[in-house]
DNA sequence: ATAATTAAGGACAAAATTACCTTTAATTAT
DNA sequence: ATAATTAAAGGTAATTTTGTCCTTAATTAT
């Protein structure tokens, strides 16, 4: 469905909502070992979240490191998407088709549209908190080697 | 969402529904043009299609070329997504996590989870057949650069 | 039988994605 | 001020996906 580089991202977003405040920073090292992802790739995704912190903030130095702010946590998991480019995943055809559209559909099309709704509902409607909340119930979800 | 690999088999095979019969087989080059798709990438693909005859037929030489028989587009679109080996992206977790399930969710998993089964329900109830129905009805999709 | 045609199959190439490593810049602690 | 720490940034490497090409095998038409 989603590429590495988006699902680092989502899983990412979601530890450092979950674990860092603007007194506790994560570096890159913990936030690579707790979602069970490869360090320098990770660096890479941090830094586009953290591009104008549109998503995540850092600092460099000691106890430098990843944070979220409580504003940035009310944020859609959508900006998240569009933070690695890949928010355009949902509007494209199923089938790959550039002109498919509601005039000239292809076969799967207004079976797919429902569906695809729902997705862009899914990923505009939940925050980043809600899901670093129910991260916290679900238990701990995010490493993905246990 | 899909690989192109994908694409072009759910394509191709639409194609071939359509247009094809045993006394009228479809050469490569012909598929290849219609669903606007790369000759020797769309062979490898119709390759798998063809293995066992799971989804199409094809014999060589003079008049030859890929044809689907009356029984097989009674298949459900599944079928192409496990000849090209993509049966399994719906199965899989959204945040990439390898243990995730109902008893360790992720904290998107019940919220993806109808969406996941729409999904395959999407790909098992529908027919080859049913589909190249509705691409004879809502114009002809297939060619990409239209 | 022979030649022509078409898919099958294998090897290879290009592009994109994923992953790694090293240097630089910023920040902090001493 | 200096040294230590951490992310940023750039380059490079490995892997996967996508795409090409050439030879082989099968089938058909002549």
Request: one cysteine or more.
């Amino acid at each position: 469905m989603f590429s590495k580089a988006t699902e680092y991202a989502l899983r990412a977003t979601i530890y450092i909502a979950q674990k860092s405040s603007v007194e506790k920073k994560l570096s890159l090292a913990e936030i690579a070992t707790a979602i069970d992802s490869p360090p320098s790739f990770t660096a890479k995704i941090l830094q586009l979240l953290t591009k104008d912190n549109c998503v995540i903030n850092s600092v460099r130095g000691p106890n430098g490191g990843f944070y979220i702010t409580e504003k940035s946590k009310q944020l859609p998991l959508k900006k998240i998407l569009e933070a690695v480019n890949e928010n355009d995943l949902f509007e494209k055809c199923i089938l790959g088709l550039k002109k498919c559209s509601e005039t000239k559909p292809c076969p799967l099309h207004f079976q797919y549209k429902p569906i695809k709704q729902e997705l862009i509902h899914l990923f505009q409607t939940n925050t980043i908190q809600e899901l670093s909340e129910k991260a916290d119930n679900e238990s701990l979800f995010i490493n993905n080697s246990i």
